[in-house]
């Protein structure tokens, strides 16, 4: 129990959408089937001034999004790379939300941290980098484009002698 609410009613009802939303994906269409105006009606009711029992707000977000759901998680969708539903990665993805970690450092997040590392290695041994090479995970993919456009911007630099962590890029840009 946390703040005196129970977790098994909301978190079975997910249970429940969930597998019935994985055995449906290859009988139904890939493509949303609901339109906009719908999906907006549905999903744009006014903010409620009480709260409501955790399973029922499982119950009306499902019921809210239904046809509006690209089958990205099926075989039969080919449009980009999602990640996938396959049973371990989706069941480590729950925990991972239940137990609401920081992997940002040891001390925020012990286990969490160490799991980092360990996956920061397997990634270099696949990619046959260097043990010495750093790695970092991000919070998505807009941090991924940040985080290699600064490497980037960092390594283009440093071959043309220019240390931009303690000179600047408006300097750089104002030297050339």
């Given at each position: 129990?946390?703040?005196?609410?129970?977790?098994?009613?909301?978190?079975?009802?997910?249970?429940?959408?969930?597998?019935?939303?994985?055995?449906?994906?290859?009988?139904?269409?890939?493509?949303?089937?609901?339109?906009?105006?719908?999906?907006?009606?549905?999903?744009?009711?006014?903010?409620?001034?009480?709260?409501?029992?955790?399973?029922?707000?499982?119950?009306?977000?499902?019921?809210?999004?239904?046809?509006?759901?690209?089958?990205?998680?099926?075989?039969?969708?080919?449009?980009?790379?999602?990640?996938?539903?396959?049973?371990?990665?989706?069941?480590?993805?729950?925990?991972?939300?239940?137990?609401?970690?920081?992997?940002a450092s040891?001390?925020?997040?012990?286990?969490?941290?160490?799991?980092?590392?360990?996956?920061?290695?397997?990634?270099?041994?696949?990619?046959?980098?260097?043990?010495?090479?750093?790695?970092?995970?991000?919070?998505?993919?807009?941090?991924?484009?940040?985080?290699?456009?600064?490497?980037?911007?960092?390594?283009?630099?440093?071959?043309?002698?220019?240390?931009?962590?303690?000179?600047?890029?408006a300097q750089?840009?104002?030297?050339?």
């Amino acid at each position: 129990m946390s703040n005196g609410q129970s977790f098994e009613a909301p978190l079975e009802r997910a249970h429940a959408h969930a597998l019935r939303y994985l055995h449906r994906l290859d009988m139904v269409s890939v493509a949303a089937t609901a339109e906009l105006e719908e999906l907006r009606t549905r999903l744009g009711r006014p903010l409620a001034t009480e709260g409501s029992p955790p399973d029922r707000v499982i119950d009306e977000l499902v019921a809210d999004v239904e046809g509006g759901l690209i089958g990205s998680a099926g075989g039969r969708f080919f449009g980009w790379v999602e990640g996938g539903a396959l049973p371990a990665p989706l069941a480590a993805d729950w925990l991972t939300s239940a137990w609401d970690q920081n992997a940002a450092s040891y001390a925020a997040g012990p286990a969490v941290a160490v799991i980092e590392e360990v996956c920061g290695a397997w990634l270099k041994d696949l990619l046959g980098l260097p043990a010495t090479a750093s790695f970092a995970f991000t919070t998505g993919c807009q941090m991924a484009h940040t985080t290699a456009l600064a490497a980037a911007r960092h390594h283009l630099l440093a071959q043309r002698g220019w240390d931009v962590e303690t000179k600047g890029l408006a300097q750089y840009c104002s030297f050339r």
